[in-house]
């Protein structure tokens, strides 16, 4: 799958449910019909949507883990805590289960936004507080993840 491209707002209805912006849904036609899967974020207060062919290249590094230590165990049991499998309806909805509602503390107003090959989806003021909170760090951090020596291929 190519990589995801926007961040667009929504809004979800009482009963959990968001329809996702036309262009991503453009975007998400070739893994459409196999459906998602729908988690907790690692780092932050927002969801995460992997399409299912992601989510298993995913789980075969997972599944490399040995279970016989405890840290891998309780990384594993942590990682998967309250994983949903998600599918679009043919109106292009996707229900967001309660659970993971109250994680992400989302309300009316979200920002589902592409990030590479898997969609975050966020409490809209979440979203923002959390690109004011890293706005002033960007710089150094862009430079520390992607400011490497060249090393050929291309990025520099």
């Known amino acids: 799958m190519n990589s995801l491209i926007g961040t667009y ?16 849904k453009k975007q998400l036609l070739p893994v459409l019909q196999n459906g998602f899967v729908l988690k907790r974020a690692v ?27 405890k840290k891998n165990n309780d990384f594993i049991r942590r990682f998967t805590a309250g994983v949903k499998v998600v599918e679009v309806d043919a109106t292009g909805r996707l229900l967001v289960p309660k659970d993971l509602v109250v994680f992400a503390n989302i309300s009316k107003e ?24 890293a706005t002033g760090d960007f710089a150094d951090l862009a430079e520390e993840v992607m400011g490497q020596e060249d090393d050929g291929d291309g990025i520099s």
Request: glycine share 2%; aromatic share 8%; hydrophobic share 45%.
């Open 43 to 69: 780092f932050q207060s927002c969801l995460e949507l992997y399409p299912m062919s992601e989510w298993e290249a995913l789980m075969q590094n997972v599944n490399k883990l040995n279970r016989f230590k």
């Open 9 to 24: 707002e929504c809004k979800v209805d009482a009963k959990g449910r968001l329809m996702l912006p036309a262009a991503l």
């Open 110 to 133: 979200i920002v589902v936004s592409a990030a590479v090959n898997i969609i975050e989806i966020w409490d809209k003021d979440k979203y923002e507080q959390a690109i004011d909170d």
